[in-house]
């Protein structure tokens, strides 16, 4: 893989079109995601079955604790998906300008609400043309701002504060997140909340895994590689609206690399060869 100017775009030889790489996600953010994927995961399976119950299984309890494993993997993933979300908060100061995103509103920019409605005018197949991000699109930034972001934090607070009655009194849960339980106004409303949290959560997965492939398939840009990557591919080398961006090269594996802002590096990746 060589670099290039990244004005200059380079054809494939196998179909004619030109290509651009950059690369924008760092190794910690491409972890945090598919670590909090499986979280979810866990989280979504076995608080479902916390909420609905399994039928009794007759016998003595010693000999039928299903439930108490259920609820030991739903706590185990709440501990991976709270402490990943730490970490993904700290690399937000620590990583590139892409690793911002997630926490970043732009409430006050015109120009950005502007590039969301586009956006959503592309997802409801009123505009022809899409326009290319190296990072998230304004639509995606707010969509993860509100349930990743804002939606962990709700989740995060409201599980601990169910688990610190479980936990007691004396628990470092209950002394943290005891305040939640009254201000909700009693156990049942936090669980309620935090069941159709989980339904708010499983909802956006569902809209993010669709609107992925798509923006595959129709942006002629790479998005699901680019979280195994980090390399964000450009099929046809249009000029993405957001290229003005700090982004790193895609040759350089530093997570500190391109930080210092200037322009983004592209680089060209060798097409394969036609097959006869």
Do not use: C
Request: proline share 6%; charged share 15%; aromatic share 16%.
């Amino acid at each position: 893989m060589t670099t290039s100017d990244p004005s200059q775009d380079t054809p494939s030889p196998s179909t004619g079109r030109f290509l651009k790489a950059i690369y924008v996600y760092e190794v910690p953010v491409r972890l945090w995601h598919w670590v909090n994927a499986l979280a979810i995961t866990v989280l979504a399976v076995t608080g479902y079955l916390i909420g609905s119950p399994l039928p009794s299984t007759p016998g003595e309890a010693s000999a039928n604790f299903l439930m108490g494993y259920i609820r030991f993997a739903h706590f185990a993933a709440g501990y991976v998906f709270a402490i990943g979300f730490l970490g993904r908060l700290y690399w937000a100061f620590a990583g590139n300008h892409h690793a911002k995103q997630l926490f970043r509103f732009p409430f006050w920019d015109g120009h950005w609400w502007a590039e969301l409605f586009v956006e959503a005018r592309w997802y409801l197949f009123l505009e022809r043309e899409p326009k290319l991000y190296v990072g998230h699109n304004p639509l995606a930034q707010f969509a993860m701002f509100w349930v990743i972001g804002i939606g962990s934090v709700f989740m995060i607070v409201t599980g601990f504060a169910l688990y610190g009655e479980g936990a007691g009194v004396d628990s470092w849960q209950d002394r943290v997140f005891g305040w939640v339980i009254p201000l909700f106004g009693q156990s049942q409303d936090v669980h309620t909340w935090h069941h159709l949290g989980m339904w708010a959560i499983l909802l956006f997965v569902m809209v993010h895994i669709y609107a992925a492939v798509r923006e595959d398939i129709m942006s002629r840009q790479s998005i699901v590689s680019t979280m195994v990557s980090g390399v964000r591919t450009f099929k046809d080398a249009g000029q993405p609206a957001d290229e003005d961006a700090p982004a790193e090269p895609a040759h350089s594996r530093r997570f500190h690399a391109g930080r210092k802002g200037g322009a983004a590096k592209t680089a060209t990746p060798h097409a394969p060869e036609p097959v006869d």
